[in-house]
């Protein structure tokens, strides 16, 4: 069954970069996208981004200006970098992989995040 | 899109009926609607996707429904491990990205 492992340092300076990381194992990253998605304290989730395993990513209009989603398909990894942090960016950072399914054409079905990392907690601080 | 859950909390007792609402801003494809649930101090985990599919494993006391604007989670009998925070999501291809709603949390009364 495959599984997802977040990984990163758990502080980040404002003004800095944030890059996390995120192992999959028992699986390929093959035929799938791939998700970022965050949640701040004591809020809800928010969306940042996904990626194809072709390489193709598309962002969340809101963070697109500092946001790099990419693969290493060597390791089995996804990563994330955020420039430009600041306290707005302290969340729980997770992980997910993002069920899609080509039906023929240009039509396609979507299955949900259907496996997700337990995430990585990440506090912008000085 | 925007994405509105209702109630913000619902308190119900184990045994009982939740039906939690999610309304967006405009019409939305409902194959591209997913609801999660989210345990304090864990990952969510996927419900229902396609606005009315089960995922795999998910008890068939969950259940999905909707159209258009409105959709509605539905859990039958509710169960001590039912009580969490419930996001529902959509896909949007104009431009292309998902949005949350701010979730509904499911507390014991």
């Known amino acids: 069954q495959v599984q997802l492992q977040e990984s990163g340092p758990g502080l980040v300076k404002p003004s800095e970069t944030l890059s996390l990381t995120c192992t999959v194992s028992?699986?390929?990253?093959?035929?799938?996208?791939w998700s970022w998605i965050r949640q701040p304290p004591g809020e809800g989730l928010e969306w940042i981004g996904y990626?194809?395993?072709?390489?193709?990513?598309t962002y969340n209009p809101s963070l697109e200006s500092r946001v790099t989603i990419s693969l290493d398909t060597s390791k089995n990894q996804l990563s994330l970098k955020l420039t430009s942090v600041t306290a707005a960016d302290t969340a729980t950072y997770y992980c997910?992989?993002?069920?899609?399914?080509?039906?023929?054409?240009?039509?396609?079905?979507?299955?949900?995040?259907?496996?997700w990392g337990q995430g990585t907690t990440v506090t912008v601080s000085s | 899109i925007v994405l509105t859950q209702s109630p913000g909390t619902l308190s119900l007792s184990p045994g009982e009926r939740a039906t939690l609402s999610c309304r967006a801003s405009?019409?939305?494809?409902?194959?591209?609607l997913t609801w999660y649930q989210q345990k304090p101090g864990q990952a969510p985990r996927l419900l229902i996707y396609?606005?009315?599919s089960r995922a795999t494993g998910v008890p068939d006391r969950f259940s999905g429904s909707g159209s258009g604007t409105d959709f509605t989670l539905i859990i039958s009998g509710l169960q001590p491990e039912d009580f969490a925070v419930y996001y529902c999501?959509?896909?949007?291809?104009?431009?292309?990205?998902?949005?949350f709603g701010q979730g509904t949390k499911l507390e014991i009364k």
């Open positions: 405009q019409s939305i494809t409902s194959r591209f």
């Open positions: 028992a699986g390929s990253l093959s035929g799938y996208y």
């Open positions: 999501q959509q896909y949007d291809a104009s431009p292309p990205g998902y949005a």
């Open positions: 997910a992989r993002d069920y899609w399914q080509r039906l023929g054409g240009s039509s396609w079905a979507y299955y949900g995040l259907d496996v």
């Open positions: 990626i194809y395993h072709s390489g193709s990513t």
């Open positions: 396609g606005a009315s």
